[in-house]
């Protein structure tokens, strides 16, 4: 069973780029949620996409953006980039919403804007 | 509004001494809270989970925690840790019908041989 995946691992754009971040869900799972890690912080989340529709959004700014495809596997975009972007971003993956499905989580993209 | 503190940042440790990792939360109803490992350049693993029914709950890696309603803490122990307990732990809350978890700020466990 492959676990989550995300790529690329690392990535470095200038401020008021754009950058788009990807992430393989588990096997069987339908459920994809992501975070966003600052440093010395804990993760914060973002957005969670059930089967391809957006269910639930956290207190991020619209130019945070995100889909999720018929394999459910997800992408995250990030518009207008800013510095505060810095981060890990945490991709989970779950077969389901509720809070008894656990979520599975990738390594992470670590994205460095300059 | 759910949210959760870790009170302490930093907790060195020796090894095979005993070690508890505080959480407090708050929330306005009931909650399900959770606590998570994050080994270096690694995402989150799943230490163990209180949902309902008896308030201790064990987890992985012999570590245990205790769900305290009247006091809102679920503080995690392990009675003697490992070179390879070494981590950043995070505590995390959710409420019924909820999509997010709300972690706190993360305490970094460093074991001394």
């Known amino acids: 069973e492959t676990g989550v995946t995300q790529s690329p691992t690392h990535l470095i754009k200038t401020r008021g780029q754009q950058v788009t971040l990807r992430c393989s869900s588990q096997?069987?799972?339908?459920?994809v949620s992501w975070y966003q890690q600052a440093l010395g912080q804990g993760p914060q989340f973002i957005f969670q996409?059930?089967?391809?529709?957006?269910?639930g959004r956290g207190n991020f700014p619209p130019r945070f953006s995100g889909l999720q495809f018929p394999n459910y596997s997800s992408e995250l975009n990030v518009n207008a980039l800013e510095l505060d972007d810095s981060a890990l971003y945490l991709c989970?993956?779950?077969?389901?919403?509720?809070?008894?499905?656990?979520?599975?989580f990738g390594p992470g993209t670590r994205l460095t804007v300059t | 509004a759910q949210s959760v503190t870790q009170l302490d940042s930093q907790v060195p440790v020796f090894e095979e001494a005993p070690v508890e990792l505080r959480c407090n939360y708050s929330s306005s109803v009931s909650v399900y809270l959770f606590w998570y490992v994050q080994y270096p350049n690694q995402g989150l693993q799943l230490l163990l989970k209180?949902?309902?029914?008896?308030?201790l709950v064990k987890g992985i890696n012999g570590f245990e925690a205790e769900f305290n309603k009247s006091q809102t803490s679920f503080h995690l122990r392990k009675p003697s840790v490992h070179i390879s307990d070494t981590a950043e732990y995070f505590c995390?809350?959710?409420?019924?019908?909820?999509?997010?978890?709300?972690f706190g700020q993360g305490t970094r466990l460093t074991i001394n041989p």
């Open positions: 996409y059930y089967r391809e529709e957006e269910n």
């Open positions: 995390a809350v959710t409420e019924q019908g909820a999509q997010k978890l709300v």
């Open positions: 989970a993956s779950s077969s389901g919403t509720g809070v008894i499905y656990e979520q599975y």
């Open positions: 096997s069987g799972h339908n459920t």
């Open positions: 209180y949902l309902s029914g008896s308030t």
